[in-house]
């Protein structure tokens, strides 16, 4: 019965944040004759797999690879992004993610399209937004950049007598922190060095005149 009752429960949350990410999305979707969404009972069932959920450290790896299927995509404000963000990632704001030149780039099957903001409420509206206009690839980045601030830059340092897997972590999230920022200090409270930002030109699609007659 409990059971159940959870299962339940977990289907209205997500039937709640479809009904939020709509309510946005409908702000930011741009004025089309025909826009291609995804059946509703479809998108229910992509909200429920956790496989669209990527992790901090799987995403850190890709980055230092320099993966170039991987688009990483903060869609937080630009003020947040321009004050802190993940290095090789680039900004487009929630907002405009379904403008005329974003929608470009997001409809290239090639890439992985994976949102991140500061924990993944916003991210979790991209996704949304993103997948119900039929935009293929998409992910999440779970936990957001505070997760990713917290795994990477600082990273804590486990006991001796801790398995090995965990200490291999630690060593990674080390080197990759070292690798971003370019310093080895263990017990780094902040990031100084500010890596360079990229952000995506905005392009609003020109608006097309009729010339009267038809139907």
Known sequence: ???????????????ALIA?????GMLFLPETKH??????????????????????????DRLVK???????????????????????????????????????????KEVDKVFYSNSDVMSDQAWIITKRAGVEGTFV??????????????????AATEPTENIALYQFRIAARQYFFGSPDEKMDKVVVSPPKTAIQIIKKPVEVSSGGGC
């Open 1 to 15: 019965m409990n059971t159940k009752l959870t299962g339940m429960n977990k289907r209205y949350i997500i039937l």
């Open 20 to 24: 939020l990410a709509v309510g946005a």
């Open 35 to 60: 826009n291609k969404e995804i059946n509703p009972e479809l998108l229910l069932n992509a909200i429920d797999d956790p496989s669209r959920f990527l992790s901090t450290d799987l995403i850190t």
């Open 66 to 108: 320099k993966d170039p299927a991987l688009m990483l995509i903060d869609v937080r404000p630009e003020t947040q992004y321009k004050a802190f963000s993940i290095p090789g990632s680039v900004s487009i704001p929630l907002d405009s993610l379904l403008t005329y030149s974003t929608k470009a780039l997001l409809n290239n």
């Open 141 to 158: 980045m779970k936990g957001g950049v505070n997760k990713w601030f917290n795994d990477i830059v600082k990273a804590e340092k486990p």
